[in-house]
């Protein structure tokens, strides 16, 4: 079975800081990575995904993630952080192929900017 | 293009009460899925559904939980009877697969308190 791992519950970047939120996952083979971010109150919004190819992925809002087979990890990276960059971030895997395709999150990283 | 649509956006029932949840995928979406977001956590899948069929549904408390797609189109999930640990946020998803792989659209969500 697919897992995902968020090892950081909160972190907090000063605005104008670099960001880097680790997410490790396991999967018998390569699988769909994505990211997305959840504001309080709203829904998901995807900000970047893997399937396959180039392993670095851009994504909206200026994030970008690394797909790093060797490390199962899919880190996701902005250099410069805006406060409203503060929410929850969730890393997903998902099964290629099709069939039962949905998506394991991982518990979310909660993002907190200071000015 | 309307996103995913859901109904209603919060309910709050006593336990051991009913409660149903309504969700509209996109148009065109053949694959929806039912996600339980409990505070502080990811959303974990419930049920897939193709079409009117289900794909998936491993994680579906079936002893009172229940979702039906009868038409491949509107989808609603019920609980009955509601328990404490049931207060959640519940997501419905619709996925296409296209030119740039996996699209997932989340909807809005419905929050259920249960006291």
């Known amino acids: 079975a697919q897992s995902v791992t968020q090892p950081d519950i909160h972190i907090t970047v000063s605005e104008g800081a670099s960001l880097e939120l680790r997410c490790n996952y396991s999967?018998?083979?390569?699988?769909?990575l994505f990211w997305y971010v959840q504001s309080p109150g709203q829904g998901l919004q995807l900000l970047l995904k893997?399937?396959?190819?180039?392993?670095l992925v851009q994504g909206i809002k200026g994030f970008e993630a690394e797909f790093k087979r060797s490390q199962s990890s899919f880190n996701l990276r902005k250099p410069s952080v805006h406060w409203s960059d503060a929410a929850e971030y969730f890393c997903a895997v998902g099964a290629p192929g099709g069939g039962a395709d949905g998506l394991t999150f991982g518990k979310g990283t909660h993002l907190i900017i200071q000015p | 293009e309307a996103g995913v649509a859901q109904s209603p956006r919060y309910k709050i029932i006593e336990k051991r009460q009913s409660v149903a949840f309504w969700c509209n995928p996109i148009?065109?979406?053949?694959?929806l899925y039912w996600y339980q977001q409990i505070l502080g956590q990811g959303p974990k899948l419930l049920i897939q559904?193709?079409?009117?069929?289900?794909?998936?549904d491993s994680q579906l408390p079936k002893d009172r939980f229940s979702a039906e797609r009868l038409k491949g189109v509107d989808s609603t999930l019920k609980i009955q009877p509601a328990k404490l640990e049931d207060s959640a946020v519940y997501l419905c998803a619709s996925t296409i697969t296209g030119l740039e792989g996996l699209q997932t659209y989340f909807g809005p969500g419905t929050r259920l308190t249960v006291l």
């Open positions: 893997y399937f396959s190819g180039d392993t």
């Open positions: 559904f193709q079409n009117n069929g289900v794909v998936d």
């Open positions: 999967y018998g083979a390569t699988p769909y």
């Open positions: 148009s065109g979406h053949a694959t």
